[in-house]
């Protein structure tokens, strides 16, 4: 692996409070390279100068220490992770994480299997599939401590397809990138009928940079009705 400075990437994490050993920055600099050979063939992200992706995808993946704490082994599933951002970096950042990656599109899972098998990464699963499907009773349902998503989706549709997956007391974590206070006023609603209920918002820059973040925090109280998520695409053209 050819040489790079990671003085700005250890500044970073230093000011979010985190921490790597040697061998854990090597496994997210591997991952960097991997993304960026494979990206040639397949579309997995459109920011690929080295920086950027340190800050705008792994930096980003790990600022939820802003909102939480990770001391201590939870299980979380990445609810539409692409190519991994923020599960796969959690996991890095975190190995005692019990992660599951979930993805609609198979060629992903082919990409996060093969850095996983590269970097020799345990206690991680990749999942093919759709999150209507997998958060179904006897699936994947109210299996998890923490859900995370960095979807692209607004915030009703993405509690109709994440809050199913946690268990009660669990939490669902939404990583946004724009102040949403008329997304959020307008997905109330549909938290408390998915059976949460929005703790708090955590606004802050990246460090060092311009960028904007929001990550939103909904605690479940009670189980999801069973009718939710409903079909394939109904979340999305008809939010709760």
């Not at 600022?63 to 990770?70: H, T, Y």
């Not at 609609?104 to 996983?116: A, G, M, P, Q, T």
């Not at 460090?207 to 939710?228: A, F």
């Amino acid at each position: 692996m050819k040489e790079y400075n990671t003085a700005q990437f250890e500044k970073d994490l230093d000011a979010l409070g985190v921490s790597l050993t040697g061998k854990q920055i090597e496994q997210f600099l591997r991952y960097y390279e991997i993304l960026i050979e494979k990206n040639k063939v397949m579309n997995l992200t459109a920011i690929t100068e080295y920086e950027d992706v340190l800050k705008k995808h792994f930096v980003d993946s790990v600022s939820i220490v802003k909102a939480m704490d990770f001391s201590g082994g939870m299980s979380v599933i990445d609810v539409g992770t692409g190519a991994g951002f923020p599960g796969l970096a959690l996991k890095l950042a975190f190995p005692e994480l019990k992660m599951t990656l979930l993805d609609s599109l198979n060629k992903r899972i082919h990409f996060l299997n093969e850095v996983i098998e590269e970097l020799g990464v345990d206690g991680v699963e990749t999942v093919h599939g759709r999150a209507e499907d997998y958060a179904k009773p006897g699936k994947l349902r109210e299996q998890y401590d923490l859900c995370v998503s960095r979807a692209v989706a607004n915030l009703s549709t993405l509690c109709e397809y994440c809050l199913p997956f946690v268990k009660i007391d669990g939490l669902f974590v939404s990583y946004k990138s724009e102040k949403i206070s008329e997304e959020l006023a307008a997905a109330k609603g549909a938290v408390s009928v998915l059976g949460g209920y929005i703790e708090k918002q955590v606004e802050f820059m990246l460090p060092d940079s311009d960028s904007y973040r929001n990550l939103v925090l909904i605690r479940k109280k009670k189980e999801t009705p069973v009718k939710y998520p409903r079909k394939a695409g109904i979340p999305g053209k008809e939010p709760l």
